[in-house]
């Protein structure tokens, strides 16, 4: 009875722990057939191209306004912050230089990645959640039409196009909300800011940028899909999905950006 009674919280200790590894390793399984699907289906992207369409005008189009909101601050604070670290050490000619740099190769994409997230892929989860818990996706399968082909494809492909043409308009609003703030407080000419830009501007860290933003856009959509997928348990668990959809984009979104960025200049 007493080793019972020793070996009961030991056990209520392991259990959620294996269960929670379980529950790992059984995601990323789910979440590598989600891309095996995916990658299948892509060649119906012509004909299910008003689907891919009406995706992307809500993935890029209607993100926009907030993205280059984000952008102009985005520029500013990346202005005065380099300002205030050059002081004493490095000549203000290369303010322009710094602000493009952080710009084009990591806070442009990041950033605008991390915007969409919250905006973006809280939509997908909640929008396909929904349909899970009122069994609509059980009624396209019934009537054998595959989800993955009519509402995860059209959104992978325009998080994976959108995404980028969204971070080339936040990479523009930045620099100029960065030359803004240099002329009108850090007291130095439009000329000498524009001038350290193009000194040591290199079309790498642009693509660079671009690239981290195509494999953003991509896990936006991923993980938006297959939150809303595994919904259950009513409006409740929708509201769960959407949370957790969020927060693993996010932090898969950091996490790839420290590969990419170690592949790339590492």
């Known amino acids: 009875m007493k080793a019972q009674e020793i070996n009961k919280p030991l ?3 392991i259990r959620p722990i294996g269960e929670n590894a379980i529950g790992f390793f059984r995601g990323i399984g789910t979440v590598t057939l989600l891309i095996k699907s995916i990658l299948f289906s892509l060649h119906l992207s012509i004909k299910r191209r008003h689907l891919v369409l009406e995706q992307m005008v809500f993935m890029g189009v209607n993100s926009l306004p907030l993205v ?3 952008s102009v601050f985005t520029g500013a604070v990346s202005a005065v912050q380099a300002a205030y670290q050059f002081q004493g050490y490095v000549p203000l000619r290369y303010l322009g230089t710094a602000v493009g740099k952080a710009v084009v190769i990591e806070l442009g994409p990041v950033l605008t990645a991390l915007v969409v997230a919250g905006r973006v892929g809280a939509a997908i989860a909640a929008e396909l959640g929904t349909m899970k818990v009122t069994e609509q996706i059980d009624a396209m399968e019934t009537m054998a039409l595959d989800p993955v082909e009519f509402l995860v494809m059209p959104r992978f492909i325009a998080g994976f196009l959108m995404l980028p043409v969204l971070t080339v308009f936040s990479d523009f ?5 960065g030359l803004a703030v240099s002329v009108w407080f850090v007291d130095i000419t439009s000329y000498t800011f524009l001038n350290g830009l193009k000194a040591f501007f290199e079309m790498q860290d642009l693509f660079a940028g671009l690239f981290k933003a195509c ?10 899909c297959f939150q809303g997928f595994k919904t259950e348990g009513g409006a409740e668990g929708v509201g769960t999905s959407t949370t957790k959809a969020v927060v693993m984009a996010s932090v898969l ?5 420290y590969m ?3 592949l790339l200049f590492g």
């Not at 979104?253 to 950006?257: E, N």
């Open 173 to 177: 609003v930045a620099i100029l909300g």
């Open 11 to 13: 056990e209520n200790l």
């Open 253 to 257: 979104i950091l996490v790839s950006d």
């Open 260 to 262: 990419i960025a170690h």
């Open 215 to 224: 494999v953003f856009g991509s896990i936006i959509a991923i993980i938006g």
């Open 68 to 70: 280059l909101f984000t």
